[in-house]
């Protein structure tokens, strides 16, 4: 009985051990399977985009090409509505013709009819700028929230100061209007000021219908560069507010290769550098690059203690290199692998 007994805790202990050494196998295999060598380094294929936004808010009408489609520079991509730049451009022409007819009648001083027709030109260059008034605050708005760059702010300023001018400009002509009634006393000198203060409100409002014009402009966006229209981003009928991104362009003639390398990989590696790659996505075809860019990825990129006793860290470097001959059907995303030679 204590022989069957001892004989059942032997199997069992021998049935442990062979189970501990096959876990301890699987891991073992596992960890150099899994665990890619110090001396493989891999890197990303990237490219240059540009990103397509308007000026002027408004909403998508219609795109002329879909994604993966090449573009030359000067294809228009995308035409925006945009009802309320026409109706500033209508009413600063509006202004404009106004401020023209004035400018021809001033020195004949003004009737009736015309102190009411300066006044309607007041009133539509009032409406125009309380349109700017608005445009500019919700523009300011977003750029107080960080989400608007300070240029878009500056062009919608510009655009508000401007349709106050027009405003002051049309005001200016009503009032001349109701002072110049004409009498058969009214002194000369005071008809020449008249005349070039017109003058220089036609000079005004002809500024601001050309700066309606430019941003009319911009509801037709066009490529500014030879590309693959590689996203789009709002749905034809979505609003879209300034300088919010519609569409990526990649340029696939500007390509190049970022590495991650820990710095005591760094030996043989320096600007001008050829280095040595193949590319697993094209059946491991081989391409030879050129470093021209090197930096330290910061504190947040991962690093790795070079010393048991903590003597130093390695830190991580980002490089970027070229391909000295264009690689056909390298696309941004594919995987460029790097073999380092390791001194002993």
Known sequence: ??????????????????????????????????????DIIM??????????????????????????????????L?????????????????????????????????????????????????????IAQKSYTRVQNLFDKGVMSAQKRDEAEASYKAMVATEKAAKSQYDMAVDGARVEDKAAQVQIRTAVAVRSAVIHVAGAVAEVESYLKEAALVSPIDGEVSERFPEVGELVGTGAPIM?????NDMWVTFSIREDHLK???????????????????????????????TYAAWKATKTNGQFDSKTFEVRARPMEKVADLRPGMSVIKKLTIDN
């Open 78 to 130: 995308v035409f925006l509505d945009t009802p309320e730049v026409l109706a500033k451009l209508q009413q600063a022409e509006a202004v404009r013709r106004a401020a023209e007819a004035q400018n021809a009648k001033a020195i004949k001083g003004a009737r009736a009819q015309e102190i009411a027709g300066a006044y309607e030109m007041w009133q539509k260059a009032k409406a125009g700028l309380d």
């Open 1 to 38: 009985m204590n022989e069957n007994k001892k004989y059942s805790i032997n199997n069992m202990l021998l049935a442990f051990i062979t189970f501990l050494g096959v876990v301890g196998l699987v891991a073992l295999t596992g960890f150099f399977l899994l665990t890619p060598p110090d």
């Open 248 to 252: 990526n362009i990649t340029d696939l």
């Open 268 to 298: 043989n590696i320096k600007i001008g550098t050829e280095l040595d790659a193949f590319i697993p996505a094209l059946d491991n075809r081989p391409v030879k690059l050129k470093v021209y860019y090197m930096k330290d990825m910061g």
């Open 43 to 76: 890197g990303q294929a990237e490219a240059t985009q540009v990103r397509i936004s308007g000026k002027v808010p408004g909403r998508i009408e219609a795109y002329r090409f879909s994604e993966g489609d090449k573009v030359k520079v000067g294809d228009t």
